[in-house]
């Protein structure tokens, strides 16, 4: 079954390349990322996960925002210009998304939703 979604394919490569350098910038040596997606009736539902550190709670909220580094040392190796997670929470919600991110049991989980697109039957005659 084919899994159609409505989203701006240029800007969705945009959400996915930043979750994922995230991840794996995140993730300790001989780690792993699992990337989820589930189809429900009007909703695709994508979760990218890695093993790692958790976020602190107190900081959860902030991650979205524009500058905002988690890293204090704004050291390359370790982070980013801190502008991945606003651009990614820009785009989700001119996407009209859920989204988000949570700690794990074992480390970080981002998520989001985009609505399935409806592809009706073509007549064959």
């Not at 979604?5 to 699992?34: C, K, M, Y």
């Not at 801190?82 to 651009?87: D, E």
């Not at 785009?91 to 998304?97: D, G, K, V």
Request: glycine share 8%; net charge neutral; proline share 4%.
């Amino acid at each position: 079954d084919d899994w159609h979604v409505v989203a701006d394919r240029f800007r969705l490569e945009q959400v996915f390349n930043n979750l994922l350098s995230n991840a794996l910038r995140h993730t300790p040596a001989g780690g792993w990322i699992r990337l989820t997606l589930t189809a429900e009736k009007t909703l695709v539902s994508v979760a990218i996960e890695n093993n790692g550190p958790p976020i602190p709670e107190e900081l959860i909220g902030r991650i979205w925002d524009q500058f905002y580094r988690i890293e204090a040392s704004h050291n390359k190796d370790t982070g980013g210009t801190g502008l991945g997670l606003a651009i990614v929470k820009n785009i989700l919600l001119l996407h009209q998304s859920d989204f988000g991110v949570t700690n794990t049991k074992e480390g970080v989980q981002f998520y989001f939703t985009l609505s399935r697109k409806i592809l009706l039957p073509t007549n064959a005659s």
